[in-house]
């Protein structure tokens, strides 16, 4: 019941949405040469003589309601042959908007008057102690052409750097459009289909690729750069490299300044409002693309094949320079205001209050977003503020440009966060069932004093089973039913075994909502405890299509980053294949401590034991506490491989227990050295995948057998 009234509320809102809207004025966009006729005209008829009272060059009435007025402009039209259709449109839409009557010139209106001012309409030399300013008209007096040039030059100037921010707006949305296409392209020929004879030109462009990234790593490693193998790489360069270069030709290419501008006489007041109406539009384009790309419901993620971290990545990207670009707007007419002399009065205006106070809330937003110290160790308080800013910005925003007749350009951004919280509730309430009662246990060593190695473990089996489907490589938002948790959400990646309904998510004990739980287990004395969650997913995609296409899967991966790559190892072709054709399928799993192993314990039994899969599994831990009264493995020659203690595991071959440090890169060789169709996967620490990746490139470099060895990296960084 409660969901129907929802439902409905969120209908009555929609229908409400609609009716305020369409009382809403949108300024079209207009070409610069259809309208400007129709303004210089106006310019230079007022110029030349009076035809009303208190008639200028900004006010209208005299020429929509007086005959000789009108007779002026038609005059001016003709002779200067311009498009008589544009410009009773133009002249049409001015009076109209007055609201003091409703009027439908013609272009036979516009020719009729023109015949009729012929005949009486005289030159300035013809009228005597004649004065533009003071006295009011009743014969048409002939414009002059140079007011009439310089008026079309000015305007047009205006106009069209208008049209330029849109203009390169547009070619922003195409580039990444066509960028969107090519990924969905790749991910479609070279990651589903992949066809023979296309594979070995990806490994020849990949080796070119490598060679030169590898460099730029090397490069940043000598001078201590810190940097992120998800968020530097070379699809992400070329998309930042485009965007960067479309948005700074559009906010500095072609300014023009001139003389005698009626507009604007200095010349860098025109130049400052230039660039403050070009910056100004063009803000708007990556601002609305950035909160497409912050949506969780995004058909572009299994496009794209991007994971949400990548995602995130691109929204706080772009929501940057929508910032920069807002704020040389805002600082460039601050700075026209000041040379023409208006700031005073330009102050009082709401529309310019409220877009100081939007820049003021998009720069506190890009501040605390893009500092992971906030959102890691403080995320419930950045969460809270980045919705409390988000609200403010959008107001702001609204604010700022409706009086302009611009809310078009919000109006979308306002319109897909609207519509992804509708999915988000519909995920979290229909697909999986809303809050249910689930199984939550706890991880904890308590003879040890190292309170950062605690887990939780959330055994899902309560759930909508019919429309809740989960594959390899998906994710979550977790909402816990605790007081002052329900509504947060936390990303997690599902733990699934292949042919099991049931499926899990490991949390480590940090801060927020884990630290909440782990205090109520540790009030009620518990270490197992029955909670209703939540979850708002499936999202992201899954690379199993990509996986399967090689015969062989090695996995390097360490502490809960091994959630997501169990579901591809219980999955793999090669792991259910028994008769020999296939090489085992590996996992390389380095631990921080054996507890965290108790936390998986389950899904390593039913790999090696239930469903007796083709697979190892090496798990790598200083902290293993090795016996040696049981037999280790024969093929073992080191003193630092044996299994572990029964408590763990039963004695189990498939199982290999090393007391030391993982090696990304020995893992990556001996997966190159071993298999000739393999594809190595990683996930977990970021400086772990980096090895990985870094070792992988190494390794293609040097490839001359024409082995098919691919890479996918699971690593996310919220």
């Not at 009086?403 to 999986?432: C, H, T």
């Not at 977790?478 to 949390?507: E, R």
């Not at 909670?531 to 399967?548: A, K």
């Amino acid at each position: 019941m409660l969901i129907f009234k929802i439902f409905f509320s969120l209908l009555f809102a929609a229908a409400q949405l609609q009716v305020s809207l369409a009382k809403i004025e949108f300024d079209k966009w207009d070409k610069a040469s259809e309208m400007t006729p129709f303004y210089a005209c106006k310019v230079a008829t007022t110029k030349t003589a009076m035809y009303c009272k208190k008639d200028t060059i900004k006010k209208y009435d005299c020429q929509c309601k007086d005959v000789v007025a009108f007779g002026a402009m038609s005059y001016c039209a003709i002779e200067n042959d311009v498009n008589l259709h544009h410009f009773v449109s133009y002249f049409n839409q001015r009076c109209n908007r007055l609201d003091k009557g409703d009027f439908h010139f013609t272009v036979d209106d516009v020719k009729e008057s023109y015949n009729n001012v012929t005949k009486y309409i005289k030159k300035v030399s013809e009228v005597p102690k004649y004065n533009a300013t003071k006295k009011i008209m009743r014969t048409p007096i002939a414009y002059e052409q140079e007011n009439y040039n310089l008026a079309y030059k000015a305007y047009y100037t205006n106009r069209q750097n208008h049209s330029w921010g849109i203009i390169f707006g547009l070619i922003f949305l195409g580039f990444w459009l066509f960028y969107f296409v090519m990924l969905g392209l790749y991910q479609l020929i070279f990651k589903m289909l992949r066809p023979k004879s296309l594979i070995k030109a990806e490994l020849k462009l990949k080796k070119v690729v490598f060679v030169v990234f590898s460099k730029v790593y090397d490069v940043l490693e000598r001078f201590h750069i810190p940097i992120d193998p998800n968020e530097f790489n070379f699809t992400k360069s070329v998309a930042i490299g485009s965007t960067m270069i479309i948005l700074l030709v559009g906010s500095l290419w072609n300014y023009h300044s001139m003389n005698n501008n009626y507009l604007w006489p200095k010349k860098t007041t025109q130049i400052a409002r230039y660039i403050a109406d070009r910056t100004g539009y063009l803000s708007v384009f990556p601002l609305n693309l950035s909160i497409l790309l912050a949506s969780r419901n995004n058909f572009l993620l299994w496009c794209t094949g991007w994971n949400l971290a990548d995602m995130i990545f691109f929204h706080k990207f772009l929501g940057l320079l929508a910032v920069i670009l807002a704020s040389a707007h805002g600082i460039a007419y601050w700075i026209f205001s000041v040379q023409n002399d208006a700031y005073t009065a330009n102050y009082k205006k709401p529309y310019w209050r409220a877009g100081i106070f939007t820049i003021i809330a998009g720069a506190a937003i890009v501040i605390l977003s893009n500092h992971r110290f906030v959102r890691k160790h403080f995320y419930e308080i950045f969460y809270v503020v980045h919705v409390v800013l988000a609200v403010v910005f959008v107001a702001g925003l609204w604010y700022h440009l409706n009086p302009l007749d611009l809310a078009q350009y919000v109006i979308p951004y306002i319109g897909v966060w609207s519509l992804e919280k509708l999915f988000r509730f519909f995920n979290m309430f229909v697909l999986f069932g809303g809050y249910r009662k689930n199984t939550v246990v706890l991880y904890e060593d308590a003879s040890s004093d190292d309170k950062t190695d605690i887990f939780i473990k959330i055994n899902i089996n309560n759930y909508n089973k019919s429309l809740f489907k989960i594959k390899e490589g998906n994710f979550g938002f977790l909402y816990l039913g605790l007081p002052f948790c329900f509504w947060q959400s936390h990303p997690f990646t599902f733990v699934k075994l292949q042919n099991s309904d049931d499926f899990a998510i490991v949390m480590k004990v940090k801060k927020g909502i884990s630290m909440k739980l782990y205090k109520k287990f540790k009030k009620l004395g518990i270490t197992k405890m029955n909670l209703r969650v939540c979850i708002e997913g499936p999202y992201g995609h899954t690379e199993r299509d990509f996986t399967n296409k090689h015969d062989q899967l090695t996995i390097v991966t360490t502490g809960t980053g091994v959630a997501g790559p169990m579901g591809y190892l219980s999955g793999h072709r090669a792991s259910n294949t028994f008769d020999g054709s296939l090489k085992t399928n590996v996992l390389n799993w380095g631990v921080r401590s054996p507890l965290i192993i108790k936390a998986f314990e389950d899904e390593i039994k039913t790999i090696v034991e239930k469903e007796d899969l083709n697979v190892k599994i090496n798990i790598y831990c200083r902290k293993f506490n090795l016996i040696e009264n049981i037999k280790p493995k024969e093929s073992s020659d080191s003193s630092s491989q044996s299994t572990l203690d029964e408590t763990l595991f039963k004695f189990n071959p498939k199982i290999e227990f090393h007391a030391c440090y993982m090696n990304a890169k020995d893992c990556v060789d001996e997966s190159f050295k071993n298999h000739e169709s393999s594809v190595i996967m990683t996930c977990g620490l970021m400086a772990v995948s980096y090895q990985v990746k870094k070792q992988y490139m190494a390794n293609i470099i040097e490839e001359k057998g024409g082995k098919i060895i691919g890479f996918i990296d699971e690593s996310q960084s919220w």
